[in-house]
């Protein structure tokens, strides 16, 4: 468990804003987000007017039953879809309305995704996965690596450096691919259910990391399924039916999970 989850927020607001900025601007805000998928007789509205702001240092667990638009939501922050209307800020650029060519670069160089089941690449050493979206930035493969050794070395994952995915446990290549995801200057990292394929206890590690690499500045969001990941979270936003039905700060959270765990 992190250091912060013995000091709870005290907050007691239903909806509280999020934590104190600083006067920092936001890493991430999603506005008035919706999508629809398809049309007509088999239209899915898998999100209704989203509002989420992420400021550096924030760690946000998104939780909702199967269906509610989780991982839509987490798609159209990383750029990966496009909403049906709504925008999409990440650190003060609107990424709905960017080219593809500077869509991509956004996602190279400001946004990390965390898939499930890793999505390493296999004829790839740890330091090469890692190194591989900085070359395809433009940065030399000398400095590529160097930076991958340092994003090794800072999660103590340095003795992985040169081994193949194949060669590694699920819960080291998870952190593999969360150093991917943070290697360089991204300060946004999604994760959608990065833990879903882990025992716990391997799980509790890929969270800490997550946790960690957010005290030094990233902002998160981390879609699970389970009360114990969410609860390394600054705050839980719980979605349903593509709308957010309540939102908590972790002081708040272990309350509304006992009750909405059950239904999850
Ligand atoms: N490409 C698509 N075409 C049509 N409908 C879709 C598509 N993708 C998602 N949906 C629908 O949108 C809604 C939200 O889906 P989403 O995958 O975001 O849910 P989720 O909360 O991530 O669920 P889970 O917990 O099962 O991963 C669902 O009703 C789903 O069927
Ligand atoms: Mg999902």
Redesign the pocket.
């Known amino acids: 468990m992190s250091d912060k989850s013995q000091q709870p927020h005290q907050s007691q607001q239903p909806y509280p804003e999020p934590r104190s900025s600083g006067g920092q601007s936001p890493v991430l805000q999603l506005q008035e987000l919706t ?1 629809v ?2 049309s007509g007789a ?1 239209e ?4 209704r007017g989203i509002n989420l702001s992420l400021f550096p240092g924030e760690l946000v667990a998104v939780m ?12 159209i922050a990383g750029g990966l879809d496009t909403p049906t209307s709504g925008r999409v800020i990440v650190e003060n650029t609107d990424i709905t309305s960017a080219t593809p060519k500077q869509l991509a670069a956004m996602r190279r160089r400001s946004i990390g995704y965390v898939f499930q089941d890793y999505n390493l690449i296999p004829a790839l050493t740890a330091a090469e996965n890692i190194a591989l979206p900085r070359e395809l930035d433009g940065t030399s493969a000398r400095k590529a690596r160097v930076e991958a050794l340092a994003a090794l070395t800072e999660m103590g994952l340095e003795a992985l450096a040169d081994r193949f995915p194949d060669e590694m446990s699920g819960g080291q290549q998870q952190r593999v691919a969360i150093c991917r995801a943070l290697v360089g200057d991204r300060r946004l990292v999604l994760a ?2 990065p833990t879903g394929a882990l025992d716990s206890e391997t799980g509790e590690s890929v969270l800490a990391l997550l946790r960690s690499r957010c005290d030094a500045g990233a902002a998160g969001i981390l ?1 699970t ?1 389970e009360p114990r990941f969410a609860a390394w979270a600054d705050r839980v936003v719980f ?1 349903r039916d ?1 709308a957010v039905v309540d939102q908590t700060l972790r002081s708040d959270a272990e309350s509304l999970l006992s009750g909405q765990a059950a239904e999850l």
Do not use: F
């Open positions: 999508r998928h398809g088999t899915v509205h898998a999100l909702g039953p199967s269906g509610s638009g989780k991982s839509t939501l987490l798609t959608d259910e879609v399924h979605l593509g």
